[in-house]
């Protein structure tokens, strides 16, 4: 591996948890690429590598990601395709429109992209048939190695695939996107923002939504009148207990109001 004369001199976080490894995509197998030591990383299989890193390469997540705190990987669906013209899917078994990727062709990427992962490295199929993403997943996943997503195009992937290896099935909502990628850079985002100083404040990460079981507060910033709108004159009073508790009531009467399956949740684990 060489460096410019530019990236020699730049500091960086990531100097001296770098190694190098075969790159996960087949075509690149000789080419070294840098692999940073117990970072958090996410691998998508996907037939659309070049989607990413998308949205996540801007802001706090981008910088991050420059920074090393965490690390993207792509592996190209595409190179363990059939045949000459690399067929991925097939037509469903039993009739019926559109097409299913093939379990001989996603089943050597998963075992590409799982070499080396240990036991807390899930391996997540983004479909919405799967379990709503959560706070307290993106928490969980926080806390593993990493994650390796799998996203489906068309009618979605053999069965026979997830069944064999163990795959969670993750869904961004009761709606039915084009394909996973999407998805995958929202789990992705959600997840890498509570690793530790991607967000630099930590406070941001426990009275944001959904930490508490609860809806977020409102937020203000200045001016403190704004088309005849004020800022409520608690929170210009100073008086951080009564800030506290105007935040909570008004985060229990949003929750109550916009999200009452989240409201009787909240009840019924106090209750238990």
């Known amino acids: 591996m060489s460096d410019t004369p530019d990236e020699i001199t730049k500091p960086s976080r990531a100097l001296g948890r770098k190694t190098i490894r075969p790159s996960l995509t087949p075509r690149e197998l000789m080419t070294p690429v840098p692999d940073l030591k117990g970072v958090w990383t996410a691998r998508v299989i996907t037939l659309f590598p070049n989607a990413f890193p998308g949205v996540l390469g801007e802001s706090l997540t981008g910088k991050a990601l420059q920074d090393g705190l965490w690390q993207l990987d792509t592996i190209d ?31 050597p990427a998963i075992e590409t992209a799982q070499a080396g992962a240990g036991p807390r490295w899930p391996l ?95 937020q203000y910033t200045r001016p403190a009148s704004w088309q005849g709108r004020d800022i409520p004159d608690v929170l210009m009073s100073g008086h951080h207990g009564r800030i506290r508790d105007w935040r909570q009531a ?23």
């Not at 037509?91 to 093939?102: E, F, N, Q, S």
Request: aromatic fraction near 4%; include cysteine; hydrophobic fraction near 40%.
């Open 77 to 107: 669906l595409r190179d363990f395709g059939i045949g000459k013209h690399r067929n991925v899917d097939d037509t469903p078994a039993g009739g019926g429109a559109g097409m299913v990727l093939r379990a001989d062709v996603v089943g």
């Open 124 to 218: 997540i199929y983004l479909s919405p048939r799967g379990r709503p993403m959560t706070q307290a997943l993106m928490q969980d996943l926080s806390r593993a190695e990493g994650v390796t997503l799998l996203c489906g195009r068309f009618e979605g992937v053999d069965q026979r695939v997830l069944d064999h290896y163990d795959v969670q099935e993750i869904s961004l909502g009761d709606f039915v996107l084009t394909g996973g990628e999407i998805a995958a850079m929202a789990l992705i985002d959600a997840t890498v923002r509570l690793l530790p100083d991607v967000l630099g404040n930590a406070e941001s990460t426990v009275e944001e939504s959904f930490s508490a079981g609860l809806l977020e507060h409102p």
């Open 250 to 272: 008004q985060s229990e009467t949003i929750t109550r109001e916009r999200r009452p399956d989240l409201w009787a949740r909240r009840h019924d684990k106090g209750n238990g």
